[in-house]
Protein backbone atom coordinates (compact mmCIF):
# COMPACT_ATOMS: atom_id res chain seq x y z
CA UNK A 1 0.00 0.00 0.00
CA UNK A 2 1.48 3.27 -1.11
CA UNK A 3 1.74 6.09 1.77
CA UNK A 4 0.12 9.34 1.38
CA UNK A 5 2.53 10.77 3.41
CA UNK A 6 6.12 9.24 2.50
CA UNK A 7 4.72 8.01 -1.49
CA UNK A 8 6.46 4.51 -0.88
CA UNK A 9 4.98 1.28 -1.00
CA UNK A 10 4.11 -0.09 2.79
CA UNK A 11 3.31 -4.18 3.90
CA UNK A 12 -0.09 -4.55 4.08
CA UNK A 13 -0.22 -6.59 6.98
CA UNK A 14 -2.54 -9.55 5.79
CA UNK A 15 -4.48 -10.96 9.18
CA UNK A 16 -4.82 -14.99 8.86
CA UNK A 17 -8.07 -16.23 9.32
CA UNK A 18 -8.52 -19.35 11.65
CA UNK A 19 -11.96 -21.77 9.95
CA UNK A 20 -14.71 -21.93 11.85
CA UNK A 21 -16.47 -24.98 12.79
CA UNK A 22 -19.02 -24.03 10.15
CA UNK A 23 -16.54 -24.26 7.84
CA UNK A 24 -14.83 -27.52 9.00
CA UNK A 25 -18.28 -29.23 8.40
CA UNK A 26 -18.35 -27.41 5.07
CA UNK A 27 -15.16 -28.82 3.93
CA UNK A 28 -15.88 -32.05 5.90
CA UNK A 29 -19.08 -32.49 3.86
CA UNK A 30 -17.27 -31.87 1.01
CA UNK A 31 -14.90 -34.45 0.99
CA UNK A 32 -17.58 -36.94 2.05
CA UNK A 33 -18.98 -36.23 -1.43
CA UNK A 34 -15.70 -36.82 -3.30
CA UNK A 35 -15.24 -40.00 -1.95
CA UNK A 36 -19.01 -41.50 -2.64
CA UNK A 37 -17.85 -40.19 -6.21
CA UNK A 38 -14.47 -42.57 -6.20
CA UNK A 39 -15.28 -45.95 -8.60
CA UNK A 40 -13.90 -49.55 -7.82
CA UNK A 41 -10.57 -49.57 -5.83
CA UNK A 42 -7.65 -51.77 -5.62
CA UNK A 43 -4.64 -52.19 -4.34
CA UNK A 44 -1.19 -53.01 -5.67
CA UNK A 45 0.67 -51.97 -9.10
CA UNK A 46 0.72 -52.55 -12.97
CA UNK A 47 3.63 -52.64 -14.62
CA UNK A 48 4.78 -54.37 -17.60
CA UNK A 49 7.38 -56.79 -18.15
CA UNK A 50 9.43 -57.97 -21.03
CA UNK A 51 10.53 -61.61 -21.44
CA UNK A 52 13.46 -62.80 -23.60
CA UNK A 53 13.17 -66.60 -24.29
CA UNK A 54 15.73 -69.32 -24.65
CA UNK A 55 16.14 -69.62 -28.29
CA UNK A 56 19.65 -68.19 -29.45
CA UNK A 57 18.36 -67.27 -32.97
CA UNK A 58 14.86 -64.89 -31.48
CA UNK A 59 15.17 -61.57 -31.81
CA UNK A 60 15.35 -61.01 -27.94
CA UNK A 61 19.01 -62.04 -28.10
CA UNK A 62 19.77 -60.15 -31.50
CA UNK A 63 21.67 -56.44 -31.15
CA UNK A 64 19.93 -54.60 -30.26
CA UNK A 65 17.67 -56.68 -28.57
CA UNK A 66 14.16 -56.64 -28.76
CA UNK A 67 12.65 -58.51 -25.83
CA UNK A 68 8.94 -60.11 -26.11
CA UNK A 69 6.26 -57.86 -24.60
CA UNK A 70 4.96 -56.07 -22.77
CA UNK A 71 3.08 -58.25 -20.53
CA UNK A 72 0.96 -56.58 -17.86
CA UNK A 73 1.21 -57.77 -14.11
CA UNK A 74 -0.18 -56.92 -11.46
CA UNK A 75 0.97 -57.34 -8.02
CA UNK A 76 -0.50 -56.85 -4.44
CA UNK A 77 -0.49 -58.46 -1.14
CA UNK A 78 -3.36 -60.69 -0.34
CA UNK A 79 -3.38 -62.26 2.81
CA UNK A 80 -0.11 -60.92 3.94
CA UNK A 81 1.50 -63.05 0.30
CA UNK A 82 2.88 -61.57 -2.76
CA UNK A 83 0.11 -62.17 -5.56
CA UNK A 84 0.71 -61.59 -9.15
CA UNK A 85 -1.42 -61.80 -11.76
CA UNK A 86 -0.76 -61.61 -15.50
CA UNK A 87 -3.61 -59.33 -17.37
CA UNK A 88 -4.34 -58.43 -21.09
CA UNK A 89 -4.19 -55.07 -22.31
CA UNK A 90 -7.51 -54.21 -21.34
CA UNK A 91 -7.61 -55.10 -18.17
CA UNK A 92 -4.35 -53.52 -17.56
CA UNK A 93 -5.81 -49.95 -17.78
CA UNK A 94 -9.04 -51.19 -15.40
CA UNK A 95 -6.70 -52.03 -12.70
CA UNK A 96 -4.79 -48.78 -13.08
CA UNK A 97 -7.84 -46.72 -12.90
CA UNK A 98 -9.13 -48.94 -9.62
CA UNK A 99 -5.50 -48.51 -8.05
CA UNK A 100 -5.83 -44.68 -8.65
CA UNK A 101 -9.29 -44.46 -7.21
CA UNK A 102 -7.45 -46.34 -4.29
CA UNK A 103 -5.25 -43.70 -3.66
CA UNK A 104 -7.33 -40.86 -4.24
CA UNK A 105 -9.43 -42.43 -1.28
CA UNK A 106 -6.31 -42.93 0.76
CA UNK A 107 -5.44 -38.89 0.34
CA UNK A 108 -9.16 -38.33 1.18
CA UNK A 109 -9.38 -40.22 4.08
CA UNK A 110 -6.21 -38.45 5.30
CA UNK A 111 -7.69 -35.15 4.68
CA UNK A 112 -10.95 -36.08 6.28
CA UNK A 113 -9.15 -36.82 9.01
CA UNK A 114 -6.87 -33.71 9.75
CA UNK A 115 -9.94 -31.23 8.90
CA UNK A 116 -12.26 -33.78 11.46
CA UNK A 117 -9.33 -32.85 14.00
CA UNK A 118 -9.09 -29.31 13.36
CA UNK A 119 -13.34 -29.77 14.19
CA UNK A 120 -13.03 -31.72 17.11
CA UNK A 121 -10.97 -29.02 18.75
CA UNK A 122 -12.74 -26.45 18.08
CA UNK A 123 -15.70 -28.31 19.70
CA UNK A 124 -13.91 -29.26 22.70
CA UNK A 125 -12.04 -25.75 22.88
CA UNK A 126 -15.93 -24.32 23.30
CA UNK A 127 -17.45 -26.89 25.98
CA UNK A 128 -13.80 -25.96 28.22
CA UNK A 129 -15.18 -22.74 27.77
CA UNK A 130 -18.46 -23.30 28.71
Known amino acids: MVDPLLGE ?3 VARATK ?3 LTEHERR ?3 LLA ?3 EIGFIRSGSVAPRFNYCG ?4 RCH ?6 HGPYWQWTAKVDGKTVNRRLSEREAALYQEWIGNDRRLRALIEELR ?3 EQATNLVLDQVVKV
Open 62 to 67: ADPPQP
Open 34 to 36: EIG
Open 55 to 58: KPNC
Open 18 to 20: TPT
Open 9 to 11: NEP
Open 28 to 30: YRE
Open 114 to 116: AVA
